[in-house]
């Protein structure tokens, strides 16, 4: 994918550049938020728990499955250490627990030279988990792994919303009137070591989400960030 191009016959669309605020405000029934990455839409969906706008994710129990089962192995591993030493330091709290393994989990993917889209994703996933973690009801913030099962689970549960949330990978075949696409700067995912069939599987991306709108589209800039449009985005490094 080197370009897009319209249908001849296509119909008049809207398309317009906006800042995340803006958005909030111009939420409608059936408009669907999509990401390259999963965190910044776990962001949204607390946000519009503040408000009266139901929101459900596309993909969900597939979201929910892979928080889920990544939580069980890093409370496999928790408990581990607990039962070894009760007293240690590394066991007080789950938050800073969290941080530490994905600290030395990606160390061990980088040492492995795996995939670096393979590694924004794994840290990707994590950051959800913290991020859920900040929202969990507890007054003392004494949160276990349970406590974060229960409301990741409850995250997933809703299967009919006003606004749906998804990854551009969640919206493969489907379409919207409205598709509001978050963090624009994130499609392509950069990475300098992206080779160039890498390359080319974030523009095939970039292009399934430019064309999942039937009626309108807005690419949303966050609050701290309003890149400029580069003309070139699209070249494939040699």
Not at 58 to 77: N, V
Not at 111 to 134: G, H, K, N, R, W
Not at 138 to 165: G, I, M, P
Request: charged content about 35%.
């Amino acid at each position: 994918m080197s370009h897009i191009e319209w249908r001849e016959d296509a119909p008049n669309g809207k398309l317009e550049r906006i800042v995340e605020d803006e958005m909030m405000r111009m939420m409608k029934k059936d408009d669907h938020i999509i990401c390259r990455t999963n965190s910044p839409l776990m962001e949204w969906y607390f946000k519009f728990l503040k408000s009266e706008t139901t929101v459900s994710f596309r993909k969900r129990l597939q979201i929910k499955g892979i928080l889920t089962g990544l939580l069980s192995k890093i409370q496999a591993y928790y408990n581990g250490i607990k039962r070894r030493n009760p007293t240690s330091s590394k066991v007080k709290n789950v938050r800073n627990f969290l941080i530490e393994f994905r600290r030395n989990e990606v160390k061990k993917m980088e040492d492995a030279e795996l995939d670096s889209t393979e590694i924004q994703e794994y840290v990707d996933t994590f950051e959800c988990l913290l991020i859920i973690y900040e929202h969990v009801d507890k007054a003392e913030r004494n949160v276990t792994f349970d406590d974060l099962k229960k409301k990741t689970a409850e995250l997933f549960s809703k299967t009919e919303a006003d606004v749906y949330l998804s990854t551009v990978h969640g919206m493969k075949g489907k379409e919207a009137d409205r598709i509001f696409i978050y963090k624009p700067d994130l499609l392509p995912l950069h990475s300098q070591k992206h080779q160039g069939w890498q390359w080319e599987q974030e523009l095939n991306l970039a292009y399934v989400a430019f064309t999942r709108n039937k009626k309108e589209m807005y690419f949303v800039d966050s609050a701290d960030t309003r890149p400029e449009v580069n003309a070139k985005w699209y070249e494939i490094p040699k």
